[in-house]
């Protein structure tokens, strides 16, 4: 057995897995996962003089596969940096790496590359098209961050009697709004959730007269394409439209006089 | 929002989900040891589907994945890379995810239908989309060679 795989094997057990991939490339596979139950695989490149550990950039690749569209944003780059500050590992060329200098090192960096694999592989929180948020929770995080105080899920009562139910009200210190959020993974049903709710805002016209007047907001979650022209124009005759896709624009409206 | 495994098994067996033209892999600024492509597809019912394709050579490894709009991963194939459930059990080094109720995508299983190996990316695409019941009218390029080590 390679030396270096009998040492992290006396060192941290049956847990890991170490064996030759190919001609001077080590595999080790961790007890690690990411968040879907992929285990974590690291690699030991030898060199002279001292080793390479890595994961070969497959953290960034299993974030890719989550959404097809990874974009490593600002803010995304300071959290990795952040997470290999703390685990003394660096971010290079895409991959996660930490340098050994002895075989001795060999669990103590496989330990803390292994949980800086997991803690960026959790950047796939700040992903906004997942299941684990609903966009209702998103909007209210988002409120939440920019300082907008909120009511949910509000009961108005409309002129012909019939009771409606808007996702949120808003009061910042120019404007008060009323705003439906649209949000389906279906063109179908797309087409009824912009009928229904123009006939919401008609009925509810009253409450944009007179002293406490209100704004009327559709929140269209266009993240997903499934809005045709159509639907935006038919709720834009009683609301003013705004786009999930484009948050600070939303923010203006509501802060808007 | 979220997806109902209903709703999954429904989008996985419409038969009218299709890619048309042909694919590439292409490289990335943000790495430079594994490739990737991208692909929307069309079907009847205007699903917000893509799928997501990417590969490693050094590791020897290779994913493909459709992806639902709004909601994310919902069905893959890894190969190279092993597995486990929230349900305890190991999963090998060629495993499906499959979109449920309670684990979304989280549950693994071996597919038998996977006989390419990691070496052939290719053939590997074209099983995965034999399940996943996608017409792909085109063809996915052989991945290019890319710089082998990018470590000393």
């Given at each position: 057995m390679n030396r270096i795989c009998q040492k992290l094997g006396e060192q941290m057990g049956a847990l890991y897995e170490c064996g030759e991939?190919?001609?001077g490339l080590l595999q080790i596979r961790t007890p690690f996962m990411y968040p879907d139950g992929d285990y974590v695989d690291l690699y030991l490149r030898q060199g002279a003089g001292s080793a390479t550990l890595t994961d070969y950039g497959e953290t960034l690749r299993w974030l890719e596969m989550q959404s097809g569209a990874l974009q490593i944003t600002s803010k995304r780059r300071r959290l990795i940096n952040d997470v290999c500050m703390t685990q003394g590992v660096e971010f290079f060329q895409g991959a996660l790496v930490s340098r050994l200098?002895?075989?001795?090192e060999i669990a103590q960096s496989v330990v803390r590359l292994g949980e800086a694999c997991v803690r960026v592989s959790d950047?796939?929180?700040?992903?906004?098209?997942?299941?684990?948020?609903t966009t209702g929770e998103e909007v209210e995080s988002f409120l939440d961050e920019r300082g907008i105080p909120f009511d949910r899920n509000v009961k108005l009562p409309g002129r012909s009697g019939k009771s409606w139910r808007v996702d949120f009200q808003t009061r910042t210190s120019q404007q008060s709004s009323l705003i439906k959020l649209l949000t389906t993974g279906s063109r179908s049903s797309a087409s009824t959730l912009s009928k229904t709710t123009l006939a919401m805002w008609v009925d509810l016209s009253n409450f944009r007269l007179g002293e406490s007047r209100m704004q009327f907001i559709t929140l269209i979650?266009?993240?997903?394409?499934?809005?045709r022209d159509e639907d935006f124009q038919l709720v834009e005759n009683a609301s003013t439209v705004a786009r999930w896709a484009d948050p600070d624009d939303f923010e203006e409206q509501l802060r808007a006089a | 929002m979220t997806l109902s495994e209903s709703d999954f098994e429904e989008i996985l067996g419409d038969v009218t989900k299709t890619i048309h033209g042909d694919l590439e892999w292409s490289e990335s600024d943000n790495h430079v040891s594994w490739l990737k492509f991208r692909a929307d597809i069309d079907s009847e019912d205007g699903y917000p589907l893509s799928v997501a394709g990417s590969y490693n050579p050094i590791v020897e490894k290779v994913s493909f994945a459709l992806i639902y709009g709004g909601v994310g991963r919902v069905y893959a194939l890894d190969l190279g890379v092993k597995h486990h459930n929230p349900t305890c059990e190991n999963i090998g080094d060629t495993h499906k995810h499959r979109w449920t109720d309670c684990y979304r995508d989280k549950l693994a299983y071996e597919p038998?239908?996977?006989?390419?190996?990691?070496?052939e990316p290719v053939a590997v695409w074209e099983q995965f989309c034999d399940e996943a019941l996608i017409d792909h009218d085109g063809t996915l390029a052989p991945p290019p060679a890319l710089q082998t080590e990018i470590f000393e």
């Open positions: 991939k190919s001609d200098e002895s075989e001795d950047l796939w929180f700040t992903f906004r098209n997942r299941s684990v948020e979650d266009d993240t997903v394409d499934v809005w | 038998d239908d996977i006989t390419a190996t990691v070496a």
